[in-house]
Structures are given as C-alpha cells and as structure tokens.
C-alpha cells in the first residue's frame, strides 16, 4: 500500500489505465468524496480497496472480489450500487500510488 501522490495522472482512457497498471500495479481512484486503491496482489490478481476503512493490520479493507486479469478487475463491481472501475471512470480521477512499484524479476 503506497502513499496516494498530489499530483492526478493523465489518464484519459480506459486503455490508459489498463497499460498504467500493467506497469506500476497500483494506483489510487478518485471518485467524488470517495477513494479507493486499485492494486494486485503478488501480480497475480487484482482488486479494488476502501481508503476509508482499515483492517487489524491497518491495511486498507477489500471491497472487490479478487480477480486475475485486468480486463477482469475493470468490470467487477464494487460499490454498494453495483458499479465497476469501468462505470465510475468518466467521473474518476487517478492519482499514482508512490513507494508502490513492484519488482517480480
């Protein structure tokens, strides 16, 4: 879990955070009063988080199944109303998660 940065991504389109998330594995989404932690987990699958609620560990709580592909992750709803990344993109902003690139190598 990385620090969400200042500054919002350029991202203009889905294709957009599909290719940024294939190459920094998480980042933070801004929707409205809310914010969720888009992430993987060991690169292996993928879900969407609660900024707002945290766990035993202090880790931010789950509120996506876990999913193995990106296409996948993008379409898997989250919100109490049902709703994936993909539907809440166009009102979403996008922030870089700092400390949070991985190296599987």
Not at 5 to 13: C, P, R, S, V, Y
Not at 28 to 50: C, E, I, K, P
Request: aromatic residues 12%; proline residues 2%; charged residues 30%.
């Amino acid at each position: 879990m990385g620090k969400r940065a200042e500054e919002a991504l350029d991202i203009a389109t889905i294709d957009d955070l599909k290719t940024y998330l294939r190459v920094s594995h998480a980042a933070y989404m801004q929707v409205g009063v809310y914010t969720y932690y888009l992430t993987d987990v060991n690169s292996h699958a993928w879900r969407v988080q609660d900024t707002n609620e945290l766990n035993e560990k202090a880790h931010y709580v789950d509120c996506s199944d876990l999913v193995p592909t990106i296409d996948e992750f993008l379409h898997v709803p989250f919100t109490d109303e049902g709703e994936s990344i993909e539907d809440l993109f166009a009102d979403a902003t996008f922030f870089a998660s700092e400390g949070s690139v991985k190296d599987f190598d």
